[in-house]
């Protein structure tokens, strides 16, 4: 595996992203399509967890680019997970909009098809990145992505508007959503209107699924934070990389 820093500069603004790719080529480890990861952070940037994230996929066979979600107010953002770095990731994110989110992904995937011949994209996000990751999933290039405990989708939208869940109908790829029970920012009324608004528009479940952990906590990925349950990370991995080696 090789990870490093590059800066993306086709785009609108510049993006500082962490590139990890197999050591080896992809297809001597992962058979299948030809498939890469595009990582969205939690609110505290691309941190030493989030680019660990990538850097496990990479020694599964799977490329994978963690870019800032807040390229604009903080391009550099590695935060730790105390109360003050919450306040600062929260107060970036409530200047990122929509718009911001389309066009840095869009200018991150530009970059991943020269990297690749033709990869199907998958999009990972974590907190805020799960609710970005689904306003991304609308975009056609996404051929599937895992929302981990995506906060707010069912009221909000970044940047103001109707809320992210509302853009399920122009989501054509493959969609997982996966909420804890015991997450404090997505109680139990948001959990069943994320679970309907999938249901209603896939009730088979083929491309749309809901995923409900008993017990666990919002961050319960994360090793380094305090709700993280070794669990219900074992069975989100499992999901991830079931789908991603498929």
């Known amino acids: 595996m090789k990870s490093e820093w590059i800066v993306i500069k086709e785009g609108a603004v510049p993006l500082r992203c962490w590139w990890s790719k197999p050591s080896q080529g992809r297809d001597e480890i992962v058979e299948g399509p ?26 599964r066979g799977i490329p994978a680019l963690a870019m800032p979600l807040f390229s604009r ?5 590695e935060l ?14 409530d200047s990122t909009s929509m718009e911001q989110i389309l066009t840095d992904t869009c200018t991150a995937i530009g970059w991943l098809n020269k990297q690749l011949d033709q990869p199907q994209i998958t999009v990972i996000g974590f907190c805020f990145g799960g609710h970005a990751a689904l306003i991304t999933a609308t975009m056609t290039e996404v051929s599937e992505t895992f ?13 103001g508007g109707a809320p992210s869940l509302e853009l399920l109908p122009q989501v054509s790829g493959r969609l997982t959503c996966l909420c804890g029970t015991a997450d404090p920012l997505i109680p139990t009324s948001d959990r069943q209107t994320i679970q309907a608004a999938l249901h209603m528009q896939d009730p088979d479940e083929e491309r749309l699924r809901y995923v409900e952990i008993n ?18 990370s074992a069975l989100g991995w499992r999901l991830l990389l079931e789908s991603l080696e498929r």
Request: with cysteine; charged share 25%; proline share 4%.
């Open 34 to 59: 030809n498939r890469v990861a595009l990582v969205l952070p939690e609110i505290f940037g691309v941190n030493n967890w989030v680019r660990s994230v990538a850097d496990r996929l990479a020694t």
């Open 73 to 77: 107010t903080a391009p550099e953002l």
């Open 80 to 93: 730790g997970y105390s109360e003050d770095n919450l306040i600062e990731g929260r107060r970036h994110k």
């Open 147 to 159: 929302n981990f405990y995506g906060a707010g989708v069912s009221k909000t939208r970044p940047g």
């Open 215 to 232: 017990g666990a906590d919002h961050g319960f990925m994360c090793e380094e934070r305090e709700s993280f349950a070794a669990e219900a």
